[in-house]
């Protein structure tokens, strides 16, 4: 574990992040342009995206890729309700669902730091989860939306039905989803002879560019950090019980995807990648949707949440941690 842990916390995108939440603490004015940041995002999805397309052109779709992807969507589906019934009695039904829709999505970033992880400790891992990290970024979305139309008492029927056709298309077509499925396919068709002629670009810059991503990602999550404190006023748990529920749920889920993992038999590298999956919150995705279907729903609550505490944990202890847990699993 402990030698996990270090290669973790030594690698230079953690330490990046790291450098970012230290210049918001020390009040320096370092910055990364709006834009720039966006076509860093765009950058990772679109690389990932190819390399996972690729591999899947390499491997055999057989029954253990469909029931991973069985597995991805089941977590998609039952973590939302989960963590819905667990927060609906202490915070206002808008903030569970916006919180439950949160915990049941994903993180790009974690899953691409994870990937990172994993080719630096040179474990293989299957293309196909890519695919599986796309597919669950709407679900949980939809099923949040539901449990608050379900649970709550001021919407009318037409209104929701009107809500949930501009919700379907915000959360299974936003920029996020679009972009990484489309260069999934786009790599499944050229396959290695694509790769050969773009590797540069997707290989040789991809460590350089997720350095510079996880810099603005910890500038981002310390500033985000001070509004969860000024939020936590409003919630039934206060601040710290948000921060305890936002290391719980990471925790709590990632157990129950690594349990389906080891249930599965998946490769160590895949059945990591699935529990990082089930661990991991958005903060992309999510708030979008959000703003558009549930502006009832405070966003300084469930942003805050996933970007300033679990989307570090992650990254610090979670990634390491489940590595090891299920190491020590399948060893028995």
Not at 136 to 162: F, H, K, N, T, V
Not at 214 to 238: C, K
Request: negative net charge.
């Amino acid at each position: 574990m402990e030698s996990l842990f270090l290669t973790n916390l030594t690698s230079p995108p953690l330490l990046f992040f790291f450098l970012g939440v230290l210049a918001v603490l020390v009040r320096s004015d370092l910055e990364i342009p709006t834009q720039v940041a966006k076509f860093l995002s765009l950058y990772l999805l679109f690389a990932i995206g190819f390399k996972g397309g690729v591999a899947l052109a390499e491997s055999p779709l057989d029954s253990s890729v469909f029931l991973t992807i069985l597995a991805a969507l089941f977590l998609a589906a039952v973590v939302p309700l989960i963590a819905f019934f667990v927060l609906r009695r202490k915070i206002a039904l808008a903030d569970a669902a916006a919180i439950a829709a949160t915990y049941g999505s994903i993180s790009a970033v974690t899953f691409v730091t994870c990937t990172s992880y994993l080719d630096a400790a040179g474990i293989e891992w299957s293309g196909y989860l890519v695919a599986a990290m796309a597919l669950m970024e709407s679900p949980a979305i939809i099923i949040g939306i539901l449990l608050y139309r379900l649970y709550g008492r001021d919407g009318s029927s037409s209104q929701a039905a009107l809500d949930m056709g501009e919700l379907l298309r915000e959360s299974c077509l936003n920029g996020s989803v679009f972009l990484i499925l489309g260069s999934l396919v786009i790599g499944w068709l050229t396959g290695p002879a694509g790769m050969a002629q773009i590797s540069p670009v997707v290989t040789d810059l991809f460590i350089g560019v997720l350095c510079l991503f996880l810099l603005d990602m910890g500038i981002v999550a310390a500033r985000r950090l001070q509004d969860l404190r000024a939020s936590g006023q409003e919630g039934g748990f206060g601040a710290p019980g948000l921060v305890g529920m936002a290391l719980a749920l990471p925790l709590t889920n990632g157990l129950l995807a690594g349990a389906l993992a080891l249930m599965l038999a998946l490769p160590e590298g895949d059945a990591l990648l699935l529990t990082v999956l089930g661990a991991s919150a958005s903060y992309i995705a999510v708030p979008a949707a959000m703003r558009l279907a549930l502006p009832e729903a405070n966003p300084s609550i469930y942003l805050p949440m996933s970007l300033a505490v679990t989307f570090p944990f992650n990254l610090l202890i979670g990634i390491p941690l489940y590595h090891e847990v299920l190491r020590m699993f399948m060893a028995t």
